[in-house]
């Protein structure tokens, strides 16, 4: 005796609605892919307009020098509140007096951000002086062409600690803060040897270089868990094209193309880095136009970007 009510639906229907749930997917997808292009195009002319970051409450590691310390100065004109955070006392206190005479608000802390435990204590005390931080900024691991990039094996897992783990002690002490204040900031400075590892054959350049993917890792996949927590934090990647920051290091740079490249101020790099921040873009880079070469460089086969490598060939070790 046959069930009729059992009889299921022929494999060849089951694989006919397959393929049209499958197409229609596709199509939405399309569809979405060429909206997103063509906003990223129309936003390339509009950009989205600056947010306010008064009462913002700030932390910035590696605020006594270059990058880190126009950030801090710079955040202090527009009303926020913040925490330098420097292993070396006197630049961090420097830091701090020279957003006074702004009339900003602005403390220096000491912390070692390789120390988790050195990490917990000083979030806390931010917390108890300053208020629920909001915005992060890690600079420290950020090489320039003042700091020696000649290394010894036995200081790989300084670099590691210092360029990776310790964002991880950060986030830790952070992100519940953030939460709590039901908004923030994660802005994270990779230099571009994340990109490229150049045309030096040094390897001491090695551990620089895999630290500095490392980070773009780290912000793509935060970006994604905080995205899908539905969280109101938003994570800024940012390019750092150190060859280009620091004119005080001109004279050490041996430009291909002088004129399409050039150096810029700390200042100006900071400057930069806040207008993407404010505009709440989730990467760009410093100076903007040569993300795309990044990008470009990742596309092409490895040869010809090993030539384009050369073309643009500045000199500079790390770049």
């Given at each position: 005796m046959t069930v009729h009510g059992n009889i299921r639906p022929p494999n060849m229907l089951l694989r006919i609605y397959s393929i049209c749930v499958?197409?229609?997917?596709?199509?939405?997808?399309?569809?979405?892919?060429?909206y997103t292009i063509l906003i990223a195009i129309y936003r390339m002319?509009?950009?989205?307009?600056?947010?306010?970051?008064?009462?913002?409450?700030?932390?910035?590691?590696?605020?006594?020098?270059?990058?880190g310390r126009e950030l801090?100065?710079?955040?202090?004109?527009?009303?926020?509140?913040?925490?330098?955070?420097d292993i070396n006392v006197e630049s961090c206190v420097a830091t701090v007096q020279s957003a006074k005479q702004i009339h900003g608000t602005c403390?220096?802390?000491?912390?070692?951000?390789?120390?988790?435990?050195?990490?917990?204590?000083?979030?806390?005390?931010?917390?108890?002086e300053l208020g629920d931080i909001t915005m992060l900024f890690h600079c420290c691991g950020l090489p320039s062409p003042l700091c020696t990039l000649v290394q010894a094996s036995s200081e790989v897992k300084d670099i590691m600690d210092l360029t990776i783990i310790s964002h991880f002690w950060l986030l830790d002490s952070v992100l519940p803060c953030m939460r709590h204040a039901?908004?923030?900031?994660?802005?994270?400075?990779?230099?571009?040897?994340?990109l490229s590892n150049g045309s030096s054959n040094r390897r001491t350049r090695v551990p620089l270089s895999t630290a500095q993917f490392a980070l773009q890792g780290l912000a793509e996949s935060l970006h994604m868990e905080l995205r899908h927590s539905n969280s109101n934090i938003i994570v800024s990647l940012v390019h750092i094209y150190s060859f280009i920051v620091g004119t005080e290091a001109a004279k050490d740079i041996r430009f291909r193309i002088p004129s399409y490249f050039g150096t810029i101020s700390a200042a100006?790099?900071?400057?930069?880095?806040?207008?993407?921040?404010?505009?709440?873009?989730?990467?760009?880079?410093?100076?903007?136009y040569l993300l795309y070469l990044g990008h470009v460089l990742?596309?092409?086969?490895?040869?010809?970007?090993?030539?384009?490598?050369?073309?643009?060939?500045?000199?500079?070790?790390f770049a």
């Open positions: 499958l197409t229609l997917d596709l199509i939405m997808l399309l569809c979405g892919i060429c002319f509009r950009p989205p307009s600056l947010k306010n970051l008064n009462f913002e409450v700030a932390m910035i590691v590696g605020a006594g020098r270059g990058v801090a100065l710079q955040l202090c004109q527009f009303g926020v509140m913040v925490a330098c955070i403390k220096s802390y000491q912390c070692d951000v390789r120390d988790k435990e050195a990490v917990v204590r000083t979030v806390n005390l931010i917390k108890n039901g908004k923030g900031h994660i802005t994270i400075l990779s230099s571009v040897a994340g100006e790099a900071a400057k930069q880095i806040l207008d993407g921040v404010r505009r709440n873009y989730a990467e760009f880079s410093v100076p903007g990742r596309i092409l086969p490895k040869k010809a970007s090993f030539m384009l490598r050369d073309l643009l060939d500045t000199g500079v070790d």
